[in-house]
């Protein structure tokens, strides 16, 4: 095994009020305690798998070749989904097989992908029916940084078995683009799946129902309480209030019809 220190991520929707997220840890330091364990965030909405692919891919990029990202929001835990692991180029992915990896199977080339049923890797043969979290996915996981050859740790599967949740679509129309939300951060900014580059460039607007929101380039070029859109720092189109909360102010949500009409 290599002993070069590894990163390995964690993502999920456990929240930070109970043990979930430390007894995963915990597990992960019982494999190889020098293994860098860094938390992308436990605050992904109860079970949504969107939100959970949307920002384990935002994240994927800023980190270094080989790290090992265990993704868990797994709303089928205990059922007849896939327990997997995923080798990229630059990374491994490890967590269910629900569509959280989704993003990943459409933008990169995966390598190698496994279904984990090699319990020796696990952190019990008898694993929870609720916390494959801590059971399979914590323990393989830290194998994986640790060095163990993904080939060692399950059963091969053609990666065009996995599956893919049904992204959302940003479509042309006559006048700009139709898309939907595609997420909602913490500061109740509306993320949607119109691509910055669409827009970058010109004079825009979004139009929902009627209400015109302009394009702009900052928070700051509207006064405090108006809303705005923008190219946000993950490169989407981003509808936002200045110094306020987008969805709760225009009431939107996941899934919602986004119109972006380019006017020059």
Same mark, same amino acid.
């Given at each position: ?7 390995? *991520? ?32 436990? %605050?992904?909405?109860? %079970?949504? &798998? ?16 080989? /790290? ?5 929001? =797994? ?11 995923? %080798? ?9 097989? $629900?569509?959280?990896? /989704?993003?990943?199977? /459409?933008?990169?080339? &995966? ?5 984990? =049923?090699?319990?020796?890797? +696990? ?6 029916? *609720? ?23 399950? *059963? ?18 006559? %006048?700009? +683009? ?12 509306? &993320?949607? $799946? ?8 010109? *004079? +825009? ?12 380039? /900052?928070?700051? #070029? ?8 923008? &190219?946000?720092?993950?490169? +989407? ?7 306020? #909360? ?9 899934? $919602? ?8």
């Amino acid at each position: 095994m290599s002993m070069e220190q590894k990163i390995l *991520t964690l993502l999920s929707d456990f929240g930070l009020s109970d043990v979930y997220v430390g007894v995963m840890k915990g597990v992960i330091a019982q494999v190889n305690p020098l293994i860098r364990v860094i938390d992308l965030t436990h %605050q992904i909405p109860p %079970q949504n &798998i969107a939100a959970a692919q949307f920002n384990l891919l935002n994240a994927y990029p800023y980190f270094p070749a080989g /790290t090992v990202h265990v993704a868990v929001v =797994d709303p089928g835990v205990g059922g007849k989904r896939r327990a997997i692991a995923l %080798q990229l180029e630059d990374g491994f992915l490890v967590g269910p097989d $629900n569509g959280l990896f /989704t993003g990943f199977l /459409t933008q990169r080339k &995966i390598l190698y992908a496994v279904e984990l =049923d090699q319990s020796e890797y +696990w952190r019990s043969p008898n694993p929870s029916s *609720t916390f494959h979290g801590r059971d399979i996915f914590a323990s393989v996981g830290a194998y994986l940084a640790n060095g163990i050859d993904i080939a060692s740790i399950g *059963t091969p599967i053609e990666p065009d078995s996995l599956v893919q949740s049904s992204l959302p679509l940003c479509v042309p129309t006559t %006048q700009g +683009w139709l898309g939907k939300v595609q997420y909602i951060d913490r500061f109740g900014n509306v &993320i949607t $799946n119109i691509p910055g580059d669409r827009v970058q460039g010109h *004079t +825009w607007k979004v139009q929902l129902g009627k209400t015109q929101i302009p394009g702009c380039l /900052t928070y700051g #070029d509207v006064q405090p309480s108006q809303p705005l859109a923008l &190219i946000g720092s993950h490169g +989407w189109v981003e509808i936002a209030v200045n110094n306020g #909360d987008a969805q709760y102010q225009l009431r939107l949500h996941y899934g $919602n019809p986004i119109q972006v009409t380019i006017l020059q």
